[in-house]
């Protein structure tokens, strides 16, 4: 039989058991520990000015000035000018704004739906590619002039100076064309593939011109007008960008989506463009692929995520690659060996472009558009901060410590929300040396460093113990079942009709649930009584350090009877003996039952059988009926129409079972608890 008791039936008596309220908290002797060692436990908090690697090293990463950019949603563009100064091409209004310094001003308005790349000439001209009405504009401050008009096309997607660094190439959709445009404005057909979209663009030392598509993914070599080969077919829809290295090595970032995505319309010159990559938000993030291929063109994938598409790409100085995603606003960058590192993390949800060199350059981004310009590394802005660290209970917490190749310094402060609010305390006063964290006690708390002193310091673990308040365990649920018996379905769903009853079985299984807030190691110990006693006799041996939910008690040695089961938990593995914290729960009745029943009378009056079945505790279950030793057991019905009682008679009709002639006849009955006893007679 299957017995429950729950937590809130009890719960009086809990309060009444529950220890005495102390004035201070007493502490678990177990001390526990944070261990932020790990990309994922490094990378989860705030991230300001700092790099996290996949190796679990933190560095100090790009000091960024911010200006956000008014009248656009979008970005996808940016230009560093010669004198330094900042061009950034917006959506939808086509605008482009001129940064110097914290400074912005708007510096030409194409009056298109979006800037989608900006080059400079060697002469200083500047040239912007614009969507959806396959315009290139020459700018100028507070001038936007049409400089080509791309016959049969929408899309400009990306430009590049040609060789001798005053003319152009431009790639195009819908019909996946790439356009030479001479310094006079006069354009041709360069290179005509077989996608709808040629989105970008860059140039080999050789001038030959590497292009990717969108449709296939394809990455095409233009060896001259007309002339090309397919280097590679890219992970998805996609090749987003390409950046050339030194030596003949490049790199190109791809996205796959499920489908090609659709480029912006606006006008009815656009309603014939074929998909494209997306110039609007995605509400769904693709996945991006970093690929690397040497001057031979073999390729090596360097870097994947499932959780974002790639929107931009920049090679510095030194040939390393930085990318920008689509999602989260981040920047990542990849070494050789295949070590990723977490640059940037911008509060903004894309990075449509960026350029690095020398600590310096830009990260623009979208959603909404800002322009982060790079100021270099290190200093007072460089701050890793980890995320709240829960210690589940309000906790007394240790030394802080950490290993770094370098000085850093550290501050703390804790609180009981999850997230930090007023009601946590203020930032320690900084140190610089493994200290005790003060501020009391709280459930959770906060690390950040800073690097002040040297921009070459690496944190690669930080370490905080603590020990939580000893909570008291309770026991909030107590069930015991028979392992044979006739119940085999939870209580509260109706059994089969006429279903076989369970094989008797003198094992009771005992479970139970505790709430054990502070996670101490437990020790159960299970008695038992007989209702109706008061004493409680132990179910385990008294040397029996018992730390399971379950326990299988055998019954045999046991008068029958019904018996209460009561579990206690105790923390006393975990504490000393003045703050041992102890519950105990009992369970509802449960039915020991190990003898079978008695069938008291049997005899037959032709074919009609009458029997009388007794049992000393429970109730009779079911009657069967076997004929000349065929394991055909078929059931018979109670007298008064249910078996409900200890006590029980059938009187049925068997002609349809027993055929007339000598037959043995064997009738066998259960009782509740899966006890079975046989009779037989012979019939004539």
């Known amino acids: 039989m299957v017995m429950h008791s729950s937590f809130a039936r009890w719960g009086l008596v809990a309060a009444l058991v529950a220890a005495p309220l102390t004035v201070s908290p007493a502490y678990a002797v177990g001390t526990r520990t944070f261990v932020l060692d790990t990309l994922d436990k490094l990378s989860g908090g705030d991230l300001k000015g700092v790099s996290v690697s996949s190796d679990g090293t933190v560095r100090a990463g790009f000091t960024l000035g911010s200006v956000p950019v008014p009248d656009a949603s979008a970005t996808f563009s940016a230009l560093t000018l010669s004198d330094g100064a900042l061009l950034v091409g917006t959506s939808p209004n086509g605008k482009v704004f001129k940064i110097t310094g914290d400074s912005l001003s708007l510096f030409a308005d194409t009056g298109a739906l979006a800037v989608t790349s900006m080059v400079q000439a060697k002469n200083g001209a500047i040239y912007a590619a614009t969507i959806p009405d396959g315009k290139i504009f020459r700018l100028s401050q507070g001038k936007a002039d049409v400089f080509a008009t791309l016959p049969e096309t929408s899309h400009v997607w990306s430009l590049v100076l040609d060789r001798t660094g005053t003319g152009l190439f431009a790639a195009t959709g819908p019909d996946g064309k790439i356009f030479r445009i001479e310094p006079s404005g006069a ?148 070494d050789d060996a295949h070590v990723v590192t977490l640059v940037a993390d911008e509060d903004e949800r894309q990075i449509g472009a960026l350029a690095v060199a020398n600590a310096k350059g830009f990260i623009v981004t979208s959603d909404p558009p800002v322009a982060h310009r790079i100021m270099g590394r290190g200093g007072a802005d460089a701050v890793w901060t980890s995320k709240p660290l829960d210690a589940g209970l309000r906790a007394h917490f240790g030394t802080l410590s950490w290993r770094a190749s370098g000085p850093l310094e550290w501050s703390t402060r804790t609180g009981n929300t999850a997230t930090p609010d007023a009601t946590w305390s203020a930032w320690s006063h900084p140190i610089t040396a493994p200290t005790p964290i003060g501020g009391g006690q709280a459930r959770y708390i906060q690390v950040r460093a800073r690097w002040m002193h040297d921009a070459n310091a690496v944190l690669s673990e930080v370490t905080i113990p603590f020990v939580t308040e000893n909570v008291r365990p309770v026991v909030t649920e107590v069930t015991a079942s028979s392992k044979g018996g006739s119940t085999k379905e939870p209580v509260s769903s109706i059994p089969a009709s006429g279903g076989e009853v369970g094989k008797h079985d003198s094992v009771v299984k005992v479970a139970w649930k505790v709430d054990n807030p502070d996670n101490d190691p437990l020790r159960y110990r299970v008695a038992f009584r007989r209702e109706g006693q008061t004493l409680w006799r132990d179910a385990l041996k008294s040397d029996d350090v018992h730390t399971k939910t379950e326990l299988d008690w055998d019954t045999a040695a046991l008068p029958e009877g019904k018996y209460r089961v009561r579990i206690e938990a105790s923390d006393e593995q975990a504490n000393p003996p003045d703050q041992v914290r102890k519950h105990a729960l009992e369970s509802e009745t449960v039915l020991v039952d190990n003898t079978p029943p008695r069938i008291e009378t049997l005899h037959m009056n032709g074919r009609r059988l009458h029997a009388r079945v007794v049992d000393g505790t429970s109730p009779i279950a079911r009657v069967e009926i076997a004929v000349d030793g065929r394991l055909e057991w078929r059931p018979l019905g109670a007298a008064d129409g249910i078996f409900d009682t200890a006590d029980e008679s059938v009187d049925s009709d068997v002609s349809m079972i027993v055929p007339p002639g000598s037959h043995i006849v064997v009738i066998r009955a259960f009782d509740a608890a899966g006890n079975a006893v046989t009779r037989d007679l012979e019939t004539h």
């Open 187 to 334: 354009s041709s057909v360069y290179f005509r593939s077989t996608e709808s979209q040629i989105v970008s663009l860059a140039m080999l030392d050789n001038g030959e011109l590497l292009a990717g598509s969108s449709g296939k993914g394809q990455l095409f070599r233009v060896t001259g007008p007309g002339r090309a080969t397919v280097i590679a077919t890219m992970p998805g829809e996609e090749v987003k960008a390409i950046a050339v290295g030194k030596g003949g090595v490049f790199w190109a970032i791809s996205n796959e989506y499920g489908e090609a995505p659709e480029p912006p319309r606006r006008s009815p010159s656009a309603s014939r463009a074929a998909p494209g990559p997306t110039a609007g938000s995605r509400p769904k993030p693709g996945k991006g692929t970093l690929v690397r291929f040497d001057a031979q063109g073999q390729s090596e994938r360097m870097m994947k995520h499932d959780d974002t598409h790639y929107m931009s790409l920049a090679l510095d100085e030194q040939g390393r690659p930085y990318v920008g995603t689509g999602a989260e606003g981040r920047v990542y960058t990849v």
